[in-house]
């Protein structure tokens, strides 16, 4: 599975939108760009995924570039609840594991 | 409600003492894995299992066992427990089919200490 990289850390004010970049550079084609977050040591929770298509659900957007070389999640009101740890992650459709690196510890600040 | 559930959910034992992490999930799904989460390292997979009795080797499987002789149930084994495998640990399972299996579903997790 392809390597990630993130920032270590953000802030973010409460209500404004959170902007978690990702770099995959060495991404293959049939592999997947995943987003996990963890809340306090609590199970990560899955939050989207895409393949090259910019991708929307009830919980965030996924914008991968053009060239799949980067990816921004976006959290568009973040909350207090939302500070967490958020993983990118890529892998193969349904692999047989998450590789999980260090994240980017978000703080949604009031 | 949709869960994996994990038990305990707090363990401190001594080395040598066989124990037992319970984990069970109610969604019908045939994968399941154990991970364990350790201050900069992440999370790392120990075991995975594709569905009853199929498991396999994650990328830290030394000292654990498991097995899988129910489709809801995935015990992780700790034959016998070193300091070195105090962690927290955590279960999750996904489906194979269907709008789901790109979902992986994690327990809360079992915070072990070895002394």
């Known amino acids: 599975d392809a390597k990630t990289t993130q920032p270590p850390s953000m802030d973010c004010a409460e209500g404004r939108a959170a902007n978690l970049p990702c770099n995959h550079s060495?991404?293959?084609?049939?592999?997947?760009v995943y987003w996990y977050r963890q809340i306090h040591s609590q199970g990560p929770q899955y939050i989207i995924h895409g393949l090259k298509n910019n991708e929307t659900n009830e919980m965030a957007s996924l914008i991968i570039t053009e060239d799949r070389k980067s990816s921004t999640l976006i959290l568009p009101h973040a909350t207090l609840r939302d500070t967490a740890v958020y993983y990118c992650?890529?892998?193969?459709?349904?692999?047989?594991?998450?590789?999980f690196g260090a994240g980017t510890i978000l703080r949604v600040k009031s | 409600e949709a869960q994996v559930t994990q038990n305990p959910r707090y363990l401190i034992t001594v080395t040598g003492k066989k124990l037992t992490v319970t984990c069970s999930q109610n969604m019908n799904h045939e994968y399941m894995s154990w991970y364990r989460q350790d201050p900069g390292l992440g999370l790392r997979q120990i075991y995975y299992?594709?569905?009853?009795?199929?498991?396999d080797k994650g990328d830290v499987p030394e000292g654990y066992k498991v097995s899988r002789k129910e489709k809801r149930n995935f015990p992780l084994i700790l034959e016998s427990p070193s300091p070195n495998q105090t962690s927290l640990y955590f279960c999750?399972?996904?489906?194979?089919?269907?709008?789901?299996?790109?979902?992986?579903?994690f327990g809360p997790g079992t915070r072990l200490t070895v002394l």
């Open positions: 999750a399972s996904r489906a194979s089919s269907g709008r789901a299996k790109n979902e992986q579903f």
């Open positions: 992650i890529v892998r193969v459709k349904y692999g047989n594991k998450l590789v």
């Open positions: 299992s594709m569905n009853v009795e199929v498991t």
């Open positions: 060495t991404i293959s084609g049939n592999e997947y």
